[in-house]
């Protein structure tokens, strides 16, 4: 492989055009363009997470960030320091955060894949993630292949 920098003056400052050249779309290729993606879709990640609890804003580390659940519409947010329930969607929340650290577990709940301790079978076949703080998360078999491609398991 190799790698090496054009500088491209008709282009705008803050501009940056990355292109793959190969004989054919090949593994090697592909992995490349893989690894550009997930890093353009984790840049756009937060690393503080605005949180409006009761009448304040409060700034969490999303690495700080354990987990969050969603009954209707109020987020119970884990986080090392404490937990806090807030309004809002999951699924806008995961949007706001790196994609490559946050992985959707099930309909109702979404993880941080660094404080992730043991992913066991629960009793209802689904696998019940357990996470910093003595957390429990269960994980439906939809999103269980996410997971376990957020964990570099995706051919187990």
């Known amino acids: 492989m190799n790698i090496r920098f054009e500088p491209n003056p008709q282009l ?8 793959v050249e190969a004989a054919k779309l090949n593994a090697e290729a592909l992995q490349v363009l893989q690894l550009l993606e997930e890093n353009q879709n984790a840049s756009s990640g937060l690393t503080r997470l605005p949180l409006l609890v ?22 119970t947010v884990y986080t090392q320091e404490a937990t806090y329930l807030v309004k809002g969607q999951l699924n806008k929340m995961l949007e706001r955060l790196d994609g490559r650290d946050f992985v959707q577990v099930s ?5 941080n ?6 992913l066991e079978m629960g009793f209802s076949g689904n696998m019940v993630a357990l996470l910093t703080h003595k957390i ?3 994980v439906s078999r939809k999103y269980l292949p996410a997971l376990k491609q957020a964990l570099g398991m995706g051919g187990i």
């Open 113 to 118: 894949i660094n404080h992730l301790h043991t």
């Open 12 to 19: 705008a400052p803050d501009t940056v055009n990355v292109t």
């Open 107 to 111: 309909k109702s709940a979404l993880l």
């Open 136 to 138: 429990k998360l269960g």
């Open 54 to 75: 009761d009448d304040k804003t409060i700034m969490v580390a999303s690495q700080d960030l354990i987990a969050m659940e969603v009954y209707q519409n109020e987020l």
